[in-house]
Nanobody, 121 residues
Framework: QVQLVESGGGLVQAGGSLRLSCAAS????????MGWYRQALGKERELVAG???????NYADSVKGRFTISRDKAKNTVYLQMNLLKPEDTAVYYC???????????????WGQGTQVTVSS
């Protein structure tokens, strides 16, 4: 089994910053992808940022230049540094990890429990 533990959400004023973290633990053989999705009230879940095993990253257009995703391979942890936050960034943010797990021959996907980010105007 694999567990994901998220932290770092909260309430911040527009223009402020927050840093999210997500640590994966358990029977992990190799991580292919680590990323962050978000879901605002009444909207569909969307990809915010992701990083694949070779270090390449991708971002939603709405966060480019403001958010930075990074990964600590040794700790199986992914971070999302969010700067210049806007009210429209308000959402529940979910960590997503795709990995190879001991005992399974195909990649498996796990989701974090979600952390609320609220940006006030």
């Amino acid at each position: 089994q694999v567990q994901l533990v998220e932290s770092g959400g909260g309430l911040v004023q527009a223009g402020g910053s927050l840093r999210l973290s997500c640590a994966a633990s358990g029977s992990i053989l190799r991580i292919n992808f680590m990323g962050w999705y978000r879901q605002a009230l009444g909207k569909e879940r969307e990809l915010v940022a992701g990083v694949i095993s070779d270090g390449r990253t991708n971002y939603a257009d709405s966060v480019k230049g403001r958010f930075t995703i990074s990964r600590d391979k040794a700790k199986n942890t992914v971070y999302l540094q969010m700067n210049l936050l806007k009210p429209e960034d308000t959402a529940v943010y979910y960590c997503n990890v795709a990995l190879y797990e001991l005992g399974f021959s195909t990649p498996r996907t796990y989701w974090g429990q979600g952390t609320q980010v609220t940006v006030s105007s």
